[in-house]
């Protein structure tokens, strides 16, 4: 049996916090607000696989609660996780096709470590995963660059 799930997610840019995106850091200004380490690529990611096994959402399994165990977690421990919870139902990964949507910085030169990163947290091949970067022309909050959204679209496989 094969299934299909869609994530997103969206976070705000912030000073005072790094960038973490698909399980990397970035250099950059600003970094991305949220309880854990706010990485909207795999928050989006770990959504569409959660979606597609039927098992609700990120923050259902992940709660956004003051002072629990996912407070700054490293996002990939909650990719691993999902990966782990998917596997209960018999489901593995067979691809992810994910867009990062940010003005600045450019994302595109930091795709194949965000791959290698994520392949290695998923345990898949690296030709499994896609990852695009793109801009709303300056439009909205994050053309304005007040915050960073992703979308993600998975297949499982049972």
């Not at 094969?2 to 912030?14: A, E, Q, T």
């Not at 979606?51 to 996002?75: C, L, Q, T, W």
């Not at 995963?129 to 499982?156: D, H, P």
């Amino acid at each position: 049996m094969i299934r299909v799930g869609m994530g997103f997610d969206v976070h705000k840019l912030v000073e005072g916090r790094d960038l973490w995106l698909g399980g990397i850091m970035i250099e950059h200004t600003l970094g991305l607000l949220g309880h854990s380490d706010a990485d909207v690529l795999i928050h989006a990611i770990c959504d569409a696989l959660l979606g597609a096994a039927n098992m609700r959402d990120i923050g259902y399994h992940f709660p956004p609660v003051k002072g629990n165990e996912f407070e700054d977690v490293d996002s990939k421990i909650l990719l691993k996780k999902t990966i782990e919870l998917i596997a209960t139902k018999g489901y593995h990964l067979v691809n992810i096709d994910a867009t990062v949507c940010a003005e600045r910085p450019k994302i595109n030169p930091h795709v194949p470590e965000m791959k290698k990163c994520l392949a290695e947290v998923i345990g898949t091949d690296e030709d499994n995963i896609s990852i695009k970067a793109t801009t709303t022309e300056k439009l909205g909050f994050t053309g304005r660059e007040e915050g960073m959204s992703a979308y993600a679209v998975v297949l499982i496989e049972k």
